[in-house]
């Protein structure tokens, strides 16, 4: 099937008809609507750069009171701990402390060995003694 010169031309002439229909359509869809100026654009622009370095220094300020909550609480774990050996070492120390003093050692000799003072020694070969 062929189209004649006048057939060609009158689908010519609808589809012309039917792209102007399609852009009036759209003119009128869009009338009110304004493109925004370029100072309209950078004022947006610069209110969301704004609000987002607000929401990261809220989130940075959280993370740091996050993290000084956790500093503070191994703080007081290692606190703790610290307590605890320096007890146990104490304990310890004066175990080996009766048991030289018993064993005969004098007082000084427990003191250089042990690293207690000399009138800790002392103290503990008087007691251990008697």
């Known amino acids: 099937m062929s189209f004649g010169l006048i057939e060609t031309v009158s689908i010519a002439a609808l589809l012309s008809g039917a792209v102007i229909l399609g852009i009036g359509l759209w003119q009128w869809q869009h009338a009110g609507k304004s493109v925004p100026s370029k100072?309209?654009?950078?004022?947006?622009?610069?209110?969301?750069?704004?609000?987002?370095?607000?929401?990261?220094?809220?989130?940075?300020?959280?993370?740091?009171?996050?993290?000084?909550?956790?500093?503070?609480?191994?703080?007081?774990?290692?606190?703790?701990?610290?307590?605890?050996?320096?007890?146990?070492?104490?304990?310890?120390?004066?175990?080996q402390a009766v048991s030289m003093a018993r064993d005969g050692m004098s007082a000084e000799d427990i003191?250089?060995?042990?690293?207690?003072?000399?009138?800790?020694?002392?103290?503990i070969s008087v007691i251990r003694r008697h």
């Not at 503070?72 to 120390?93: A, H, N, Q």
């Not at 060995?113 to 020694?121: K, N, Q």
């Open 39 to 95: 100072t309209d654009v950078e004022k947006d622009l610069a209110r969301l750069i704004r609000e987002g370095e607000d929401r990261i220094s809220s989130l940075l300020q959280m993370l740091d009171a996050s993290q000084r909550e956790q500093i503070d609480g191994m703080r007081s774990e290692l606190t703790s701990v610290k307590s605890d050996v320096e007890w146990l070492t104490g304990e310890r120390m004066i175990e």
């Open 111 to 123: 003191s250089a060995d042990l690293g207690l003072s000399l009138e800790a020694a002392q103290t």
